[in-house]
């Protein structure tokens, strides 16, 4: 069975550009959430979708925004990059929306480097 | 807010010795809690989990007891190999209903022949 899913890989951008990463949770999986982490550090929750409804949000600024589609897929959006914003992003998903003890799968992630 | 302190690395140990890394929380209420495993440009792996008090989590000779009286998930392996070597990251939930997991800064351990 397909794992969770994410493209691009790699990306590269420069500031003030804008960037949409993409999300495929595991299948029958109908939460899906991001997750940055930046190099040398823990992932930190940017958001979370499930059944097609915002969930929850993470201190990130209005500049991050997501959505889920109606085959459970994400997308993730960050406008007016800045070099802070070069990190991992992970997605993952989970059968409910609850973290406690609904184990989330996580993907490979998408690097995204920020000149 | 909920929180998640691990001991800084990196940790480099000859195999066979025994591993410990450990892991202390803040957090309201009954969190779950959580060992998650990056290998070298990879995602984050589940290793075990506990969802409450006393629950010992245990996967690939690794093991961790919930301990509430000290807040503590300590990481623990008796003999460790090569292939261990990877990102450790400690990590809780809170309480039912919390949709987001909280996460340490991760502890790389280098494991040498």
């Known amino acids: 069975d397909a794992g969770v899913t994410q493209s691009p890989t790699h990306l590269i951008k420069t500031r003030g550009q804008q960037v949409t990463l993409r999300c495929s949770p595991i299948s029958g999986h109908k939460s899906v959430s991001w997750y940055q982490q930046v190099l040398g550090q823990g992932p930190q929750f940017i958001f979370q979708?499930?059944?097609?409804?915002?969930?929850g949000r993470g201190n990130f600024p209005d500049r991050f925004s997501a959505r889920q589609f109606p085959n459970y897929s994400s997308e993730l959006n960050v406008n007016a990059l800045l070099l802070g914003d070069s990190a991992l992003y992970l997605c993952?998903?989970?059968?409910?929306?609850?973290?406690?003890?609904?184990?989330?799968?996580f993907g490979a992630g998408s690097r995204l480097t920020v000149l | 807010g909920d929180s998640v302190t691990q001991m800084e690395g990196p940790v480099t140990l000859s195999e066979e010795a025994f591993l410990t890394i450990n892991c202390t929380y803040t957090?309201?209420?009954?969190?779950?809690l959580f060992w998650y495993v990056q290998y070298p440009g990879e995602g984050l792996q589940l290793l075990l989990k506990?969802?409450?008090?006393?629950d010992k989590g245990s996967n690939k000779g690794f093991e961790a007891t919930y301990r509430k009286e000290t807040t503590s998930f300590h990481l623990e392996k008796g003999s460790v190999q090569v292939s261990d070597s990877a990102v450790y990251f400690c990590a809780l939930s809170g309480a039912a209903g919390s949709y987001q997991l909280t996460f340490g800064k991760g502890t790389k351990l280098s494991v040498i022949p």
């Open positions: 993952a998903s989970s059968l409910r929306g609850e973290a406690g003890a609904n184990v989330l799968t």
């Open positions: 506990a969802t409450k008090a006393d």
């Open positions: 957090a309201t209420g009954y969190p779950s």
């Open positions: 979708y499930y059944e097609k409804e915002e969930r």
